[in-house]
């Protein structure tokens, strides 16, 4: 492994790079102090207005619970209806861009510099990746999302297809087969090529920037290309402050969603009340746990975790689909992946829809959560991808875990759905999703159709704690880089203070209007940086071409 420098913790380029000569050092504008025993090294515009805002954020959302609820209430469909067209096509751009970027010469730049070798290998490595960037949201929404586009009431059906129940609740068997099929479709396109490019572009530019031109491992630094030396400046604080505060709702979001999930299964299989107090119970008890895996480093805490939530999740893949049958399953895997490849085009069209409950109310929501979440994913990735050729990453970020996330979708929707053509009267999923909206309580309905529920139940419940801290710990990591300046070693106590106030948030948002307060926050923040990463791709373009290939 390449030597660090004295003052970042980043590896120095091993053999040619394009190495950017800049008189800017790592840290220079940083406060160091000691507080009792904690040391601090912070940058200070960026820690100062993200840690005061934020501390306000959740000091209003807490005092006035009911006006913060009014006002999220009404933010979320006002943006979602007057932007959904801008987040379609910044999406497009983001898939194309890394697709470009595969087939391209610059596809074969290494990043780290020419000799470089990966620091994790595969295994380790995928681990990591997956439990950072979609862990929460599959357990939420591996059930709810087909089986609402299959069945849902609402007005929410993709693209208009037909609904496989008339006004009575029966089953209209000819409308079934079509149904099923845009059901996966639609989900498809939320989880695979999409949401995986915006991470990609994400961490390509921080990988490219960081260990192949030497600065630091910020968001700023992605935009020397176009900015110069005032990326140092006010320009720079500007976009790590909006990366911080992205990052921040956008975890916040899976967070609340989690607990909210995880209070819903122990009420399902144990009894426990599901009410606001339990939930900011969770949240406080996970983040002490995700403190722990802080303090033990990235190594000794994320990895491990990461690894155990892979093996977790392989494991209840399997019980699922061997259970619910795995030929028909399977089927609907392939089945799924090709009306993807089918339906993708009308599905990322932003104009001329009239399905705008499906667009803007899930596509839009979604597009805005992953670009929120794609500073934090994205400087993950970066972190642990040092050493690939640029093909090998897009590929291995892009294709692979979609792939993936559409296999999970296909096994946990396709026995819910399944559950509920079988059993329309006495399905507890159609009862908890079609019937009656009750989201975090879709995962635990299925498997209660399924052998050993009580069992299946309490991994499932186990499995978004762990999703939790993996996520609460990474994000702590990658807020606290942005705002020590790039330094990748900067005391742990920093990242305590993150960690903390990244549930703090997440219990705010909760008090402050639950879900939609949430989704709320997501969108808000994940609007402005969405133009960012529209002018990252072409800094990534003008980076690449001075890289030897």
Avoid at 328 to 351: H, K, M, R, W
Avoid at 395 to 420: E, H, K, N, R, Y
Wanted: with cysteine; hydrophobic share 55%; charged share 10%.
């Amino acid at each position: 492994m390449a030597d660090e420098t004295a003052n970042q913790g980043i590896p120095e380029p091993e053999g040619h790079s394009g190495i950017i000569d800049t008189d800017y050092v790592v840290g220079q504008d940083n406060i160091t102090a000691k507080v009792g025993p904690f040391g601090l090294d912070i940058h200070n515009p960026v820690f100062m207005i993200s840690g005061l805002v934020v501390i306000a954020f959740v000091a209003y959302a807490l005092i006035a619970p009911d006006q913060a609820a009014a006002f999220f209430g009404w933010l979320r469909p006002a943006l979602t209806s007057s932007f959904d067209w801008f987040f379609l096509l910044s999406a497009n751009v983001f898939v194309l861009f890394s697709l470009f970027l595969i087939v391209s010469p610059w596809g074969s730049v290494r990043l780290g510099g020419t000799e470089a070798t990966p620091d994790y290998g595969y295994p380790g490595w995928f681990a990591m990746l997956f439990a950072a960037g979609m862990g929460i949201g599959l357990m939420f929404f591996g059930v709810l999302e087909p089986t609402y586009y299959f069945g849902t009431p609402w007005g929410d059906e993709p693209l208009g297809v037909v609904r496989p129940f008339d006004e009575n609740g029966d089953l209209i068997a000819a409308n079934v087969a079509e149904a099923r099929r845009m059901a996966l479709a639609a989900t498809a396109y939320h989880w695979a090529l999409h949401p995986w490019a915006i991470y990609a572009i994400v961490a390509l530019a921080l990988a490219l920037f960081s260990y192949n031109k030497g600065l630091p491992l910020s968001i700023r630094s992605a935009f020397y290309p176009i900015l110069g030396d005032r990326v140092w400046g006010w320009w720079g604080h500007t976009i790590d402050t909006l990366a911080v505060f992205a990052t921040l709702f956008g975890l916040a979001t899976s967070l609340g969603i989690g607990a909210q999930q995880a209070n819903a299964g122990l009420e399902y299989v144990y009894g426990i009340p599901n009410t606001t107090t339990v939930q900011v119970i969770l949240i406080c008890g996970i983040t002490a746990i995700a403190l722990i895996s802080v303090l033990r480093g990235l190594d000794g805490g994320v990895k491990v975790l990461s690894e155990l939530n892979m093996v977790l999740a392989l494991a209840l893949l399997l019980f699922v689909l061997f259970a619910a049958g795995a030929v028909g399953i399977l089927t609907e895997f392939v089945t799924g992946l090709g009306a993807y490849v089918q339906e993708v085009i009308p599905l990322s069209n932003p104009f001329g829809r009239e399905d705008t409950g499906y667009m803007q109310g899930w596509t839009a929501f979604y597009w805005a959560w992953w670009i929120s979440w794609s500073p934090f994913v994205g400087m993950f990735i970066a972190r642990v991808s040092r050493g690939r050729t640029v093909r090998e990453f897009i590929t291995c970020v892009l294709v692979i875990p979609s792939v993936v996330c559409v296999l999970w979708m296909a096994v946990f929707g396709g026995a819910a759905i399944t559950d509920v053509i079988a059993n329309p009267e006495t399905s507890a999923v159609k009862a908890n999703v079609i019937d009656a909206y009750s989201p975090e309580l879709s995962l635990f309905a299925m498997l209660d159709s399924l052998p050993l529920s009580a069992i299946t139940s309490t991994l499932g419940i186990v499995l978004v704690i762990v999703f939790f801290v993996t996520s609460s710990d990474s994000g702590s990591l990658v807020i606290d880089t942005i705002t020590a300046g790039g330094k990748v070693d900067a005391p742990v106590s920093q990242r305590v203070f993150w960690c903390t106030f990244e549930g703090l948030v997440a219990i705010s948002l909760l008090i402050g209007g639950g879900l939609t307060a949430l989704q709320a926050m997501v969108i808000s923040t994940g609007l402005p940086f969405t133009l960012i990463l529209l002018v990252m791709c072409y800094c990534i373009l003008k980076g690449l071409m001075s890289e030897k290939r």
